[in-house]
DNA sequence: AATTCATGATGCCATTTTGTTATCAATTAT
DNA sequence: ATAATTGATAACAAAATGGCATCATGAATT
């Protein structure tokens, strides 16, 4: 099997016309070139592909075989190279997409719908992890892009802000606190705090915890859950309060009651984020598209 | 899309190995040769197909596109080529084969059968049609062997004779004739005769008429049809008499009595006939199946 | 029968492609 | 800081491909 591309088109053209001087011109070469080519290609496969008399050629049976094969080939060949091309400017391909509930809960949606609306060919992959594992999954080539709690400070990764939010305070409808329109951050010292397990949460109370701390206190944590709806469920059942974002803490139905936090300006900040190198055709389409202008390269 | 299968399998050995140095190695080149090649490769594709930092070699989606598609054409080539062979051999392949009524009454179908067991990679497609015609469709190629009324006298064509039967005489059962035991062939002068319709019988004829003729007769043609079938429905009913061959008189059911002619030594010959150029793998098997030893060359 | 014609094969040389060795440049590990 | 790893580059060698002139053969023409 050591015969080319080069070959296999000779052979095709030959086997079309059956006539190795029109062949050749149609190659653009000359017929003896091409008269070789083939013989070349017999011999590689010790196989006689046409019959020639000097008035006539005519393909064999192995030769017809050998055709079929040819001519699926190249055009898998060509295809493919197409396919390739398009792939690396963006115009096919798929993005493996990481989100938090955060995210999610904001404008992830509207993102990835419009993003779809602009490039249809691309397939968009959302795996729901929270930040840390997002991080890990990026730099084990898992995810392309990850929406995650920010910012984020590390070398080789890009970023872009997505939203930002307020921080509030969720109650069950009976607490104490219910009915007033605001509280500061200090009046939950005392109170019995419900959160994410501390293991998958890391990161959301790496955010949270300093403002607390700042505040005069640590959270007494008196249950932990896995994810969001948990976490509303047992607020929501009067285990405890939590304090979340404006947008995520609304996916909690009846009987929770949200208030927002006085005097703290700080907010949860939702990023993109994405390896700088390996920049793939998808990948940068939609790096692009986010940005629309506003970059935050580390 | 001017490379050729060379840079196709050295694009796929660093996509396995990811490592250029080592895939080199496992193609049996030197580094360089394999890193200009892959260059050449994402030039002509214009896309780049690994990212490369001095320490990892990683795959681009574009290059995973491609990849796909790489291995799917190289198999396919392989199998083809392999394919070929085969065919080449003889090992597989179609042979389209004609036949008369007197070959496919006589020995054709066990002769059939044999090959297909021994040769059971084989497509083999019958195609009745009388002699004439099977011989005009060997010249336009669209028969590889034919089982002709013989023998034929005609260069480019080689023969090995098949089966050899002696002419029979077929009358309905209330004849005259039904109660002998034997007639001989000038008794029939004054019968009126059931024959083939002359064009598409012309050849079997051509066999028969002579030998009346000898015997100092023409005969008396009352009535043609298209086949055997045709023939023997119309003696049964009464039309006349004919003259076949002893095999496929036996196909005729009631109504009908064979009588052997007498001192008539001629016989009719089926004949298998191919062209003897041309000679594809699954010919040349079916043809030295048939031979055994006992060629006829023209 | 002799001649011409059509067509694929062959020999020889030029060009292009492919490959090798030595070396560089960049990065990581020690 | 130094050594090691690894892909890229340069210069040259070998192999492949292509072109031109010519040959060989069988068919068509005279």
Known sequence: MNFGLRHIRYFIAVAEELHFSRAAEKLGI?????SK?????????????????NRH?????????FLDGCRNAMNLIEQSAENTQ??????????????????MAGSLPQILKAFQDVQPGLVLKPHH??????????????????????PINRSGLNQCLVQSEKFVCVVYKDHPLANRKTVRLEELAKQNFVHGSSKDWE?????????????GFVPKVIQEAFNTAGILGLVSCGMGITVLTESI???????????????????????AIWKSDTMDGTKKRFVDFLQQGNDLPV
């Open 30 to 34: 000359a017929q003896p070139a091409l």
């Open 37 to 53: 080519a083939i013989l070349v290609l017999e011999n590689e496969l010790s196989v006689r592909l046409f019959h020639r008399s």
């Open 57 to 65: 050629v005519q393909i064999t049976e192995a030769g017809q075989t």
């Open 86 to 103: 398009r792939a690396h400017s963006g115009q096919i391909g798929t993005l493996r997409i990481g989100y938090t509930d955060n995210a």
């Open 129 to 150: 992890d929270v930040s840390n594992i997002q991080l890990k999954k990026l730099d084990e080539g898992e995810l392309e892009i990850g929406f995650v709690t920010g």
């Open 203 to 215: 990161h959301f109370h790496s955010y949270l915890l300093p403002l607390c701390r700042r505040a």
């Open 249 to 271: 803490s609304k996916s909690g139905g009846t009987g929770l009651t949200v208030i927002p936090i006085q005097d703290m300006s700080e907010e949860l900040q939702t990023m």
